[in-house]
């Protein structure tokens, strides 16, 4: 058992340490060793967005030298190869290794602060989570430093373009195998939220009175579990075909190319929403400090957010209407599309009922929600146009659907990081950021993310194709493309700017007392940053705004803090899980593994990937040894009560 604390029917009962055969335990506290050993899940949160961030500067630089080649007709910055490249690993980067673990980022560094929990259910396969998406991560990025080169299959992977008859090198094999540990990732963090979630939250803290982010947190949990099975079913058999010489995809054989899309968007277009829903879950919990109210219909916000986890699956074939598929599942299909709109317009009308009437503070956070309501709107409307089957066989792989899908990611989820970042940013470093700086860096990035794909419905109506490297002068398409640009340049000096405002703060900025902008939720209750257990004493929840309820009933809340920090110190302190290596030992056996399958030559595949197997499974049985072990620590009481 690795869950720090059993359940939240008895959150005050320490599991008993056992005695176990321990090969080697760290015990630093501080230096590089205790991040590489580390089980917070607040340390774990602050690699996972540290990576992201990383990733996202990344596929940053990629997506302005794909705008570079675009900006003149006729250019030659790039090759062709070299700007199938760049689109390929802008679109995968982005998604896979930026968006994605920065919404984990949140989900393990505020999802157990606001449910009242001491750590993640399972610490250790938290850590082994992480280490698993950097193994996938570097996997995917190794062809940078190879003579193959990275993938240029699109991010997308179309079979049977990606099979050996035409991507014939290392490449293709690097960015399969990379997706699969991304994916093992994934699900590893997944059941451990949702374990989390249901079972250590602190007592009278009903599903109803869960924050709307945690609520999200644990819907994507789900919608990650069901939905990467079928990417993981399409790349094992793209696997198979390029290693074994099986037959999936390659048409010229009996293969079947529409199954790749079909396997492909059943996981694709759920992953929208992965990507979509921690973005809402911020922007509902932003919208109410700033508005001073609460949220404004709680049930039906949750509800909704449930729905459109669910309706996820049901329209993934929105992506292939020019395929083919008859006009009955067209029909099917563009219904459940439309259908899909109703809770997500459920939520806008939400927050602006939370907004109406409320005692409006236009602080930076606020700013960049705002902005996230009014660009994730217009990507909707342009996405409820494509429901339309003939509307989208005109759009289909035009630029206008790069529009619609940026103003939806970039404008819907981007901004809402963004917001995230700002706003907790006091709450994870104790420190506040000029609000003049904040606030000019979300100017420009919300000038220059309009300037830059704004124009792009129009190039799309104008009929210029996507994945296209260069165009003739005449067609039109010059004036869009350069102003496109120069948005692009625009939005980047943004970014830019806002990364170097949280780096200065984070080592220089002026320091702030807990609970900065007077929050209702739980996270806002503990001091600043949190401490390595969380809460002195568990809380007891009374109310859905469990801190704001708190604050309003000192008298009767101190008591009853009183009486649990007696029956801790009846247990000996607060249970706290030690430190392993034996995570990163497992992630390295399964990267040397990857490496072994997907890029060394066929005479040494065996031995690298044997090899890896046996680190992985030593990782794996030393990890066993370590049983539920962990110290107990005297937390500091007056932290209950600064």
């Not at 490297?469 to 948005?487: E, M, Q, S």
Request: glycine share 10%.
């Amino acid at each position: 058992m690795d869950a720090t604390v059993k359940s939240h029917f008895t959150p005050h009962e320490a599991p008993a340490p056992t005695k176990a055969a321990v090969f080697w335990r760290p015990t630093a506290k501080s230096g590089l060793m205790s991040w590489l050993t580390t089980v917070d899940h607040k340390k774990i949160g602050f690699l996972y967005g540290i990576f992201a961030l990383f990733f996202f500067l990344v596929g940053g630089v990629e997506a302005l030298l794909i705008r570079l080649q675009l900006a003149v007709p006729n250019n030659d910055i790039l090759t062709a190869a070299q700007y199938n490249t760049m689109f390929t690993m802008h679109g995968t980067t982005m998604i896979f290794l930026a968006v994605m673990p920065l919404s984990a980022a949140f989900f393990n560094y505020i999802m157990p602060l606001q449910i009242g929990a001491r750590d993640v259910a399972f610490p250790r396969l938290n850590a082994f989570s992480l280490w698993t998406f950097v193994a996938g991560a570097i996997i995917i990025n190794l062809g940078w430093f190879m003579q193959d080169g990275p993938p240029d299959g699109g991010w997308f992977g179309y079979a049977p373009l990606t099979s050996k008859t035409f991507s014939a090198d290392h490449s293709i094999d690097m960015w399969v195998m990379g997706l699969q540990l991304l994916g093992v990732a994934s699900i590893a963090a997944s059941l451990n939220f949702i374990v989390t979630i249901i079972n250590l939250r602190a007592p009278g803290m009903t599903m109803m009175r869960v924050p709307v982010f945690s609520w999200m947190t644990l819907v994507t949990a789900f919608l990650i579990i069901l939905s990467f099975p079928a990417i993981t079913i399409a790349l094992v058999e793209l696997m198979m075909d390029r290693l074994f010489g099986t037959n999936f995809f390659e048409v010229s054989n009996g293969g079947m190319p529409v199954l790749w899309q079909h396997l492909f968007w059943v996981f694709g277009h759920p992953e929208v929403y992965i990507l979509i829903l921690p973005a809402m879950g911020i922007i509902s919990e932003i919208l109410p400090t700033f508005s001073r109210k609460p949220l404004f219909g709680y049930p039906i916000v949750v509800f909704s957010g449930a729905c459109i986890g669910f309706l996820g699956f049901s329209v993934w074939s929105h992506h292939m209407f020019t395929t083919g598929m008859g006009t009955v599942a067209t029909a099917a299909f563009s219904l459940a599309t439309m259908a899909i709109a109703v809770p997500t317009g459920v939520k806008i009308f939400n927050w602006i009922g939370t907004i109406w009437g409320g005692h409006l503070k236009m602080s930076t956070p606020m700013m960049f929600a705002l902005g996230f309501v009014w660009m994730f709107m217009m990507g909707g409307f342009s996405g409820v146009m494509h429901a339309a089957a003939p509307a989208d066989a005109q759009q289909q792989d035009s630029y206008f659907v790069i529009a619609h899908f940026h103003y939806v990611l970039i404008g819907g989820s981007l901004f809402a990081l963004l917001a995230g970042i700002h706003y907790w940013f006091p709450l994870m470093f104790g420190r506040k950021v000029s609000e003049f700086w904040g606030k000019l860096s979300f100017w420009i990035i919300f000038a220059g993310f309009n300037i830059t794909f704004f124009p792009m419905h129009f190039l799309g109506l104008n009929g210029m194709p996507r994945r296209t490297f260069t165009y003739d002068a005449n067609l039109g398409w010059n004036t869009p493309n350069f102003i496109a640009t120069v948005g692009a340049f625009i939005l980047g000096i943004g970014v830019l700017i806002y990364f170097i405002v949280m780096i200065y703060t984070y080592a220089k900025g002026e320091r702030v007392k807990r609970d900065y902008w007077d929050g209702r939720t739980l996270e806002w209750s503990i001091p600043n940053p949190p401490p390595e257990y969380n809460f002195a004493v568990i809380p007891t929840v009374h109310a859905r705004d469990a801190w704001w309820y708190e604050k309003h009933h000192q008298e009767e809340i101190a008591k009853e803090k009183a009486a649990h920090a007696k029956e801790d110190a009846a247990h000996g302190g607060i249970h706290m899980p030690f430190q392993s290596v034996y995570p990163l030992v497992t992630s390295i056996g399964i990267l040397i593994g990857a490496i072994g399958v997907s890029v060394v030559d066929h005479g040494h595949k065996l031995p690298v990937a044997l090899a890896g197997a046996a680190v992985m499974l030593a990782g794996i049985y030393l990890w066993a040894m370590e049983g539920n072990e962990g110290y107990h620590i005297q937390a500091d009481q007056e932290d209950s009560h600064k």
